[in-house]
């Protein structure tokens, strides 16, 4: 093999990775609203609101519904909350579509879990009819003095982790 056929290769290579973590970040968004959205519905079709169900060691489920942003932060102003997040996802959908095209993977993955987090909750301010309106389903009680969360909000701060790690590695 000689040289031209390793720089050809190798540019070959380098042409197919940056290409294939081009979806990546979409379908990382998908998955979470997928999961998300799934366990939210097990756990309205399952648990009964405000009431403690062990799983193991300090997890409880606890069904609850949350109309602040992240963590009950802010309950009470969901119009200005929907709306903040609806300017944050079309600032996150901008910037991803910039990001893919040299994105490593695991920042793809992590713009991705942020962008499917933010969609998922939004689609229950919208679009789910709960007890609350504007509210988000939450259901995880990890520990007592942690607040009840749900898969997109795991995600975000997943998510928030892994790019503050990626970035700060290349610093």
Excluded: C
Aim: glycine share 8%; net charge positive; charged share 15%.
């Amino acid at each position: 093999m000689g040289l031209r056929d390793l720089q050809e290769r190798r540019t070959l290579v380098a042409a197919v990775g940056v290409g294939s973590r081009r979806p990546l970040i979409p379908v990382a968004a998908a998955v979470v609203v997928a999961a998300d959205q799934i366990t939210k519905s097990l756990a309205l079709d399952h648990l009964r609101p405000y009431q403690a169900r062990h799983v193991v060691g300090p997890v409880h489920w606890y069904l609850t519904f949350n109309t602040g942003a992240a963590f009950s932060v802010g309950t009470g102003v969901t119009p200005i909350l929907e709306a903040v997040v609806v300017v944050l996802i079309v600032g996150l959908v901008v910037f991803s579509r910039k990001a893919a095209r040299t994105a490593t993977a695991p920042v793809s993955v992590a713009l991705g879990m942020v962008l499917g987090g933010a969609l998922s909750n939004l689609g229950d301010r919208l679009f789910r009819h709960l007890p609350v309106q504007g509210g988000v389903v939450d259901f995880i009680r990890a520990v007592t003095w942690w607040p009840v969360f749900n898969v997109a909000d795991a995600s975000i701060v997943i998510g928030v982790i892994l790019l503050a790690l990626t970035w700060r590695s290349r610093a």
